[in-house]
């Protein structure tokens, strides 16, 4: 029983919503155009969630053998950090966590196209091993790509292109470029989370020698960085509802606007680590609010 509440923790359970925004996005737009499967829907949330978890295990893993994760870190402690959990534990969780995510890719790829459909069986297969990839080498082994400030490009590319028209291609079978604006307004956001991290940690990245883009900026630029992430993803899914305008509900996602603009407010106000750590379950939330209203404002006809 001791162990469980470290388990949890190491999971980072709030960090969930924010991954199936993109699944939810995708589906309801796929709602829209007729087509649906439940098993699709269930098996792509249960993949998804497990690669966040396998994610959240490795960064766990990695931040932790590394010291990163030290006794000066601001936020609630690491698993491994804290001792609650060893290296050899988590390593053996994230081996299991791996063979989860085989199990539940290819019960998605199979319920999504059968036998049938060699292409696209080939191309999830490709996408879900690139996904275990990303979710490993963002901070394990000899040179992780989220300390050489490329964890903003993999965020805007999985939790944003892949998530939303990936999803759409497993109910569709085919790519359709009215889902790209959803995914990229999506995929800001999510960068947003990540970057509000990022200038959380940035004194104490940069002296561990974890490079990031909110270290490489500065604080300055990294908050301006972060306002260009937040409008640009209001802006891009403002020009989606005008290019594809069915009817008024569609832009039902503008209440969303409202804690994103009090946030953007908070964020320009904040000088210390745990202003910006105070809202980084805002924008998570935020974030999948968003992805829910945008998606239902086209379920809703």
């Not at 609650?84 to 199990?103: C, G, Q, R, S």
């Not at 604006?181 to 800001?188: D, S």
């Not at 937040?230 to 209440?255: C, D, K, Q, R, T």
Request: charged content about 15%; overall charge positive.
């Amino acid at each position: 029983m001791k162990k469980i509440k470290p388990w949890l923790s190491a999971m980072r359970l709030r960090t969930l919503p924010l991954s199936v925004s993109g699944i939810i996005l995708g589906t309801c737009f796929a709602t829209y155009n007729g087509r649906f499967n439940w098993w699709v829907l269930v098996l792509a949330i249960l993949t998804t969630v497990s690669l966040q978890i396998l994610s959240n295990l490795a960064n766990d893993y990695g931040d932790g053998v590394k010291g990163t994760d030290n006794d000066d870190r601001v936020g609630p402690k690491r698993a491994i950090q804290s001792g609650a959990i060893t290296p050899e534990e988590m390593l053996d969780a994230i081996k299991f966590n791996i063979v989860i995510v085989i199990i539940l890719t290819l019960s998605l790829i199979m319920a999504a196209f059968g036998p049938a459909n060699f292409l696209f069986l080939l191309l999830f297969v490709f996408l879900g091993g690139l996904s275990v990839y990303a979710a490993l080498n963002y901070t394990m082994g000899d040179s992780p790509y989220g300390y050489r400030a490329l964890g903003d490009v993999f965020v805007f590319i999985f939790f944003g292109l892949i998530s939303t028209i990936g999803s759409y291609l497993l109910y569709v079978h085919t790519i359709d470029h009215v889902v790209v604006l959803p995914a990229i307004a999506l995929g800001l956001l999510s960068v947003g989370v990540l970057n509000l991290n990022n200038m959380r940690d940035l004194e104490e990245d940069a002296k561990v020698g974890k490079i990031t883009i909110a270290v490489k900026l500065g604080i300055k630029r990294a908050k301006q960085y972060h306002y260009f992430l937040i409008i640009g993803a209001m802006f891009a899914s403002i020009i989606f509802s005008i290019l594809y305008y069915v009817e008024p509900y569609n832009f039902l996602y503008l209440i969303a606007f409202v804690p994103l603009l009090i946030h953007i407010k908070k964020i320009k106000a904040a000088k210390e680590p745990d202003d910006f750590d105070g809202q980084l379950k805002v924008l998570a939330l935020t974030a999948f609010l968003f992805a829910l209203l945008l998606g239902v404002g086209y379920v809703l006809y």
